[in-house]
């Protein structure tokens, strides 16, 4: 799977968008673009995926450059309870998740 | 919506002990992966099972063991416990033939070896 880069920390006001950006510059073809949080010791949720076209859901946005390349969280109206920590993984749909060390984002008041 | 069940959600065991954890997927999920997380430390993959079958592997300790049952439900066999196996163990399931494949996590069982 091929590694992805995060930074480690961010913040964000509460009622702002949160954007967490993921670099993947070794992504394959075949490989998605997952995005899971971890809230304090709960299991990983999952939020979103994408192969090349961005995506919406009730969660989040995300953006996926042309190339691949990066990509981009966006919580649009942060909440105290996004706090957590964010992992941006790549894969091959049926693979196991390689978790990196994520950003930790914290939204404050 | 019906969710992964884990149990027990807390395991305190001494060393040299046995402990078996138990994971119920989603129902139709079919394929169960299990993870490892230690004290400060992020998710670290052990084993999956697709079909009742081992499909992958990680690093999991040779006195792990796992299996898959005919009801989809899963279960992690850990020996000779040591105080480095303390952790969060979690189970995810997904469905294999869907589009997404995304896994779907429980909340964990804390295994506290003493």
Same mark, same amino acid.
């Given at each position: 799977? /091929?590694?992805?880069?995060?930074?480690?920390?961010?913040?964000?006001?509460?009622?702002?968008?949160?954007?967490?950006?993921?670099?993947?510059?070794?992504?394959?073809?075949?490989?998605?673009?997952?995005?899971?949080?971890?809230?304090?010791?709960?299991?990983?949720?999952?939020?979103?995926?994408?192969?090349?076209?961005?995506?919406?859901?009730?969660? /989040?946005?995300?953006?996926?450059?042309?190339?691949?390349?990066?990509?981009?969280?966006?919580?649009?109206?942060?909440?105290?309870?996004?706090?957590?920590?964010?992992?941006?993984?790549?894969?091959?749909?049926?693979?196991?998740?390689? $978790?990196?060390?994520?950003?930790?984002?914290?939204? $404050?008041? | !919506? !019906? #969710?992964?069940?884990?149990?027990?959600?807390?395991?305190?065991?001494?060393?040299? @002990?046995?402990?078996?954890?138990?994971?119920? &997927?989603? &129902?139709?999920?079919?394929?169960?992966?299990?993870?490892?997380? #230690?004290?400060?430390?992020?998710?670290?993959?052990?084993?999956?099972?697709?079909?009742?079958?081992?499909?992958?592997?990680?690093?999991? &300790?040779?006195?792990?063991?796992?299996?898959?049952?005919?009801?989809?439900?899963?279960?992690?066999?850990?020996?000779?416990?040591?105080?480095?196996?303390? !952790?969060?163990?979690?189970? !995810?399931?997904?469905? #294999?033939?869907?589009?997404?494949? @995304?896994?779907?996590?429980? &909340?964990?069982?804390?295994?506290?070896?003493?």
């Amino acid at each position: 799977d /091929a590694k992805t880069t995060q930074p480690p920390s961010m913040d964000c006001a509460e009622g702002r968008a949160a954007n967490l950006p993921c670099n993947h510059s070794t992504i394959s073809g075949n490989e998605y673009v997952y995005w899971y949080r971890q809230i304090h010791s709960q299991g990983p949720q999952y939020i979103i995926h994408g192969l090349k076209n961005n995506e919406t859901n009730e969660m /989040a946005s995300l953006i996926i450059t042309e190339d691949r390349k990066s990509s981009t969280l966006i919580l649009p109206l942060a909440t105290l309870r996004d706090t957590a920590v964010y992992y941006c993984i790549v894969r091959v749909n049926t693979d196991k998740l390689i $978790f990196g060390t994520g950003t930790r984002l914290q939204v $404050f008041p | !919506a !019906a #969710g992964v069940i884990q149990s027990p959600r807390h395991l305190i065991k001494e060393k040299r @002990e046995t402990a078996t954890l138990k994971c119920y &997927p989603i &129902p139709r999920h079919d394929t169960v992966y299990w993870y490892q997380q #230690g004290p400060g430390q992020d998710p670290q993959f052990l084993i999956s099972f697709y079909e009742k079958m081992q499909s992958d592997k990680g690093s999991i &300790p040779d006195r792990f063991s796992a299996q898959q049952f005919s009801d989809y439900h899963s279960e992690l066999n850990m020996s000779s416990l040591e105080l480095g196996d303390s !952790a969060l163990y979690f189970c !995810a399931s997904s469905l #294999g033939l869907s589009s997404g494949y @995304e896994q779907y996590f429980g &909340p964990g069982t804390r295994l506290t070896v003493t």
